[in-house]
């Protein structure tokens, strides 16, 4: 039963992560997403910065503060070490998922490919 729920799990970590790289892509790209990096703005710009600078640096926290050892060790004494990596991917997407969300657009073209 623990291997099948394990299984789930990974597979939960590992479709979310599609999900979520797809979504940042017309996210970075304006492609089929309702609010992208460059849509237009909604707030006052200094708002909108500080808001930004915020999720981005939690997104750092959380996305640093994991790979660290320290975290590691605590967290194998939380979940078992075959569902370390599926965790560390999952946490990922959730602070994605909510840099998506709450992203104030700065107005102006923030990123353009050269495709």
């Keep these: 039963m623990k291997r099948i729920v394990s299984v789930i799990y990974g597979l939960i970590a590992y479709l979310t992560f599609l999900i979520t790289f797809l979504y940042l892509i017309g996210f ?7 609010k992208s990096l460059d849509s237009a703005p909604t707030e006052r710009l200094s708002t909108a910065l500080l808001i930004n600078l915020a999720l981005i ?12 050892p320290g975290f590691k060790k605590w967290c194998l004494k939380t979940i078992p070490s075959h569902l370390e990596r599926s965790t560390y991917v999952l946490m990922t997407c959730l602070m994605l ?12 073209v923030v990123w353009k490919s050269r495709i």
């Design 57 to 68: 640096g939690l997104f750092g926290l959380q996305h640093s503060g994991m790979a660290r």
């Design 97 to 108: 998922i909510l840099l998506f969300w709450q992203w104030r657009p700065l107005g102006g």
């Design 28 to 34: 970075e790209e304006n492609l089929l997403v309702p």
